[in-house]
């Protein structure tokens, strides 16, 4: 299983941005799946996770400006990212809990970190 992220970029404070985070190769099943963002110089954070069933869990940090969603059809996972703040910059990365057959155990897959910056 593989994840690739895209959507990253440079944007104005109090701007948007809208990240993708799509899961290929061989999948039984996708269960929860997360984004989570690294900063420079600072520990790598959650941002937010979501279960199979839609359940969600942000950081205070993002509430009320950043949403998830997922497209289960899809194994897709966005992040909407509202009114940005320049604390908001950091490599975000997003992450599965999947299987490749039924007999095979959950792993937790990573995808490679998409960056996104906010100017003041």
């Known amino acids: 299983v593989q994840l690739q992220a895209s959507g990253g970029g440079l944007v104005q404070a109090g701007g948007s941005l809208r990240l993708s985070c799509a899961a290929s190769g061989s999948i039984f099943r996708i269960d929860a799946m997360a984004w989570y963002r690294q900063a420079p110089g600072k520990q790598r954070e959650l941002v937010v996770d979501i279960t199979s069933n839609g359940y969600t869990n942000y950081a205070d940090s993002v509430k009320g400006r950043f949403t998830i969603s997922r497209d289960n059809a899809k194994n897709t996972v966005y992040l909407q990212m509202n009114d940005l703040k320049p604390e908001d910059t950091a490599a975000y990365y997003c992450?599965?809990?999947?299987?490749?057959?039924?007999?095979?155990?959950?792993?937790?897959?990573w995808g490679q970190g998409t960056l996104v910056t906010v100017s003041s």
């Open positions: 992450t599965a809990d999947a299987a490749t057959s039924v007999v095979a155990p959950m792993i937790a897959v």
